[in-house]
């Protein structure tokens, strides 16, 4: 089975740039994924941040945005702020009605 | 605005199904461009999709669930309902409902409910 993979955790300083990305345990993340990415804050329902790889969703302040880096999906945030510090997911469409949530990157803020 | 809503019993004996709900409001459940969605979260763990429900009936179940889920819609209620059987420890989780938009070349959870804590234990 398919896994979908992301770092388990980074950093990033207050205003500063982080890449957060999500590959294939076989294979590369093509657009063709439908990449999208949601912010969980501990306690709180998902939110929709990025979806078709790098569309930002209805609220999501450009500091977000998405891309394809390499053979992965990738989730920048540029100019970081104490906020963002959250849990993120990708998810990725497999075809089939089967849709694989990564693992999670957990994204601390200092 | 879209708003869902799950419901459903807090505690589970082990071996038994459980049922949950999600409750549609601020928009149709018969929308031909939306699947409805459930996706678990295990306590410190990270989002699992569990499956989803078109208005046709059409079905999708995530392979390693398939054998204990059903998903159902209530098109005159504006609801579509989850149940999970021979639930174990393993099951316990926090329950999300979501609406997943599908379009050409484009999918995704596009709303999400509060989410419902479920614990199995005897």
């Known amino acids: 089975q398919t896994v979908v993979t992301q770092e388990p955790s980074l950093s990033v300083s207050p205003g500063g740039t982080v890449t957060l990305t999500c590959g294939l345990s076989?294979?590369?993340?093509?657009?063709?994924?439908?990449p999208s990415w949601y912010q969980q804050i501990p306690g709180q329902a998902p939110r929709t941040l990025i979806y078709?790889?790098?569309t930002r969703s209805s609220g999501v302040p450009h500091r977000f945005s998405g891309s394809i880096l390499g053979n992965t999906a990738a989730l920048t945030i540029t100019g970081a702020q104490a906020n963002d510090e959250a849990d993120y997911y990708c998810v990725l469409y497999m075809g089939r009605g089967i849709w694989v949530f990564g693992g999670g990157t957990r994204l601390a803020v200092l | 605005q879209l708003q869902l809503q799950e419901s459903g019993p807090g505690l589970v004996k082990p071996s038994e199904t459980l049922s949950l709900t999600c409750s549609v409001s601020g928009g149709s459940i018969s929308s031909n461009s939306h699947y409805w969605a459930w996706v678990r979260q295990p306590p410190g763990k990270g989002l699992e999709y569990i499956g989803t429900i078109h208005q046709s009936g059409v079905t999708y179940y995530n392979p390693s669930l398939k054998s204990r889920v059903t998903i159902s819609i209530d098109k005159s209620k504006n609801q579509f309902s989850l149940n999970l059987a021979s639930m174990t420890a393993a099951d316990t989780a926090v329950y999300y409902c979501a609406r997943l938009l599908v379009l050409t070349a484009t999918d995704y959870f596009d709303f999400w409910g509060q989410g419902t804590p479920v614990t199995v234990s005897s």
């Open positions: 076989s294979g590369s993340v093509s657009s063709t994924y439908n």
């Open positions: 078709s790889t790098s």
